[in-house]
């Protein structure tokens, strides 16, 4: 309570006066106003956490001032009183939005009372626009970054989209961002405020994808012990997320065919049918027309899914956007260290723009983190940089071959420094890296044990 700033507003000079007193004694900060024109002056110079009103203010009503805070001033909680109210007076107020309705004379503990509750609902409302403002920073188009003609007609995309129940489809490489535009189409729709659900689809085997897409029943298969609730039924009302579509097993294209044309789905092992309003945002890295006329993706899901189709360009495509997302990962970085870096080096930057980026938008992000970890200078220079970017790829991993020496062994040097360049490039992430290289995680493993690798980052 203490230093919260209340403005009172009444007619009755006494009453001002003595009310004034007594909410200062008890730690507020109190203005005063005997009508409506001297109570919106002083909300325009004043932000209020608190305004307390009467509803009878000379020629004036109090309805005219709380009608001007709601629209004016949201921020600011208006409490309505009056010597004269009657029940029907009461619900006029909560509806017009004041926070409560008081009767005088006033009881000292219900009014701290009431000037409490409505201080902490203040709070809350805060809190929410904070935390709003913390997703649509880190999810929102605020996140996105970039000037180039490409990433613009992407803005365009999802401004036109957003706001639909269309499916859209976000083809790129790893690493592009394919997430992020998922979650500022979702954060910029009617759907906002409702549950984004994000599900990777190749991090799954077939069996455990359809239960986690759809849920479960007890005794479905060994192990379902107890009902399970499925993503799909998690995103009712809001968004779903299918990462990694192109993975996806005939069978399992089968199922969501159904549930996209239908929005209905029966969890494994189960008789009813759910029926769910969820919006579906789907993502590949692969080439999803290539994989229908091979016959590893079906058509009829193909021309389902792919709607909307928002393409991703590679981040060598466009070169002008490193230094902005460089700046911007940068100072995340900061936040998040606490250290104080002035920026990059004109030859960082140049350094930079000349690497072809394989990892994309996340390969820059974790090169910039290191930089910031292990740099010990006012800004980033070109030797904060990982070796592959400085020497332009040229790692001297050619492949030499020494008398004596199977083939098997004279690749192993090649192969390693490769595996090294990629994993060092995604900050060890062994599912990114798996995809930078186009190979399986199981795959990976075995190679990365084999050639010394396994132990040399903490796992993720």
């Not at 799909?232 to 969501?256: C, H, N, R, W, Y």
């Not at 360009?313 to 460089?326: C, H, K, M, N, T």
């Not at 904060?384 to 040097?413: C, M, W």
């Not at 090649?414 to 595996?419: G, K, S």
């Amino acid at each position: 309570m203490s230093n919260a700033k209340l403005l009172l507003v009444d007619d009755d000079y006494q009453v001002l006066e003595s009310m004034t007193d007594w909410l200062c004694s008890q730690g507020y900060e109190v203005d005063n106003a005997r009508g409506c024109d001297d109570a919106v002056k002083a909300c325009q110079q004043t932000t209020y956490d608190l305004a307390l009103v009467d509803v009878r203010l000379g020629q004036d009503d109090g309805f005219d001032f709380l009608k001007q805070a709601i629209q004016r001033w949201p921020s600011t909680q208006v409490l309505m009183m009056t010597g004269y109210g009657t029940g029907d007076m009461a619900v006029d107020a909560i509806r017009a939005g004041a926070f409560d309705f008081l009767t005088k004379p006033l009881i000292d503990e219900e009014l701290l009372m009431a000037l409490e509750r409505a201080l902490s609902q203040r709070k809350v409302l805060d809190e929410n626009t904070q935390l709003k403002a913390e997703l649509d920073k880190h999810f929102g188009m605020g996140n996105i970054v970039g000037q180039d003609p490409r990433m613009l007609r992407v803005y365009e995309m999802i401004e036109s989209v957003a706001d639909t129940r269309a499916t859209v489809l976000v083809t790129g490489e790893s690493g592009t961002g394919k997430s992020m535009i998922a979650r500022a189409i979702h954060r910029r729709s009617g759907r906002a405020k409702g549950p984004f659900v994000e599900v990777a689809c190749g991090a799954l085997p077939e069996n455990l994808l359809e239960s986690e897409l759809f849920g479960h029943v007890a005794g479905a298969f060994t192990g379902a012990t107890t009902d399970k609730t499925g993503k799909f039924l998690q995103a009712d009302g809001g968004t779903i997320f299918l990462d990694e579509i192109g993975t996806a097993s005939p069978a399992m294209q089968v199922k969501l065919l159904r549930v996209l044309q239908e929005l209905a789905f029966e969890a494994v092992g189960g008789s009813k049918t759910y029926n769910v309003d969820v919006r579906v945002i789907l993502a590949t890295n692969e080439d999803l027309a290539k994989n229908v006329a091979d016959g590893s993706f079906r058509q009829d899901l193909y021309y389902r899914i792919n709607v909307i189709n928002i393409e991703l360009p590679s981040l060598r495509e466009r070169a002008s956007d490193v230094p902005l997302l460089a700046e911007r990962f940068l100072k995340e970085t900061l936040e998040d260290v606490g250290r104080d870096v002035a920026g990059f080096s004109d030859d960082a930057i140049t350094c930079l723009q000349n690497h072809t980026w394989p990892g994309n938008v996340r390969e820059l992000q974790n090169v910039v983190e290191r930089a910031v970890l292990l740099g010990k200078g006012p800004q980033i220079e070109v030797n904060d940089l990982p070796l592959e970017l400085r020497t332009g790829g040229n790692t001297n991993s050619s492949a030499r071959f020494t008398i004596g020496q199977t083939l098997k062994e004279a690749l192993e040097g090649p192969e390693r420094q490769i595996i090294l360049q990629v994993l060092e490039s995604n900050g060890w992430n062994r599912n990114a890296t798996a995809d930078t290289l186009g190979i399986n995680r199981t795959t990976l493993y075995k190679k990365m044990k084999r050639l010394g690798l396994e132990d040399g980052a903490p796992l993720h």
